[in-house]
């Protein structure tokens, strides 16, 4: 399967607790989002990478969340010190990004659960 | 602020009827809008887009109608079918002039199609 992949896809975690999320683009695609999406809604722009440069971070990301994408690959989202609210599924998509062909294919998500 | 909405919230059709869901944007600077289906547990996955250069695009039984200049756009699916039974999100995006190309997504309708 060459999609976007992501895991864990499930996570449990006691309020307070720190939480690492991994996503794996598509190989070759050069940008890389994460989105957030909580029940009945639809996603949000979190955080963008073009290659390893985080080039945009939403007001919606807290400093209790960081996003990295070392070399350019995989990326991985960090929530310091969980709280309820963070509770959501949590999306990657990646994209080509040649300027003609900006399709974000997303991953089937991580679902966070904040006790 | 929300910037995309999108209606209905929820849709019931019958087997061969025709869907249509209707969204309205406000940021004008928006030049790429894709609509996205969602199964649940899945990650969003691209059925249509269009550009503001068009007016209609048609992809089998799904259309997207576009209206410049009164800010709207819709996606038609016609011959509608009980595998068509999804959430479907209309986005939009600034693609062009070296932007990130984040998604700003509606809220969903969630598209039940009976037998």
């Known amino acids: 399967d060459t999609g976007v992949s992501q895991d864990p896809r499930h996570k449990i975690t006691k309020r307070g607790q720190n939480v690492t999320f991994r996503c794996d683009p598509i190989s070759e695609h050069n940008r890389l989002y994460w989105y957030r999406q909580t029940l009945g809604q639809g996603p949000e722009f979190l955080t963008y990478?073009?290659?390893?440069?985080?080039?945009?971070k939403s007001r919606l990301l807290s400093d209790r969340f960081s996003a990295e994408r070392p070399k350019g690959s995989f990326s991985t989202l960090e929530i310091q010190r969980t709280e309820q609210g963070d509770s959501a599924m949590y999306l990657c998509a990646s994209s080509l990004g040649t300027g003609s062909e900006e399709t974000q294919y997303f991953g089937p998500g991580t679902r966070l659960l904040v006790l | 602020q929300q910037q995309v909405k999108q209606s209905p919230q929820s849709l019931i059709v019958q087997k061969g009827g025709i869907s249509i869901i209707n969204c309205a944007y406000e940021n004008t600077a928006f030049d790429y809008f894709p609509w996205y289906q969602q199964f649940p547990g899945k990650g969003p996955a691209l059925l249509i887009a269009?550009?503001?250069?068009?007016s209609e695009k048609k992809e089998g039984r799904f259309t997207i109608s576009f209206n410049k200049s009164a800010k709207q756009f819709s996606l038609h699916i016609m011959d509608s079918q009980p595998g068509d039974s999804a959430t479907y999100f209309c986005?939009?995006?600034?693609?062009?002039?070296?932007?990130?190309?984040?998604?700003?997504f509606g809220k969903g309708t969630l598209l039940t199609v009976n037998p």
């Open positions: 269009i550009r503001p250069d068009v």
């Open positions: 990478f073009q290659n390893e440069a985080q080039l945009e």
């Open positions: 986005a939009a995006s600034i693609d062009s002039g070296g932007s990130n190309y984040k998604l700003t």
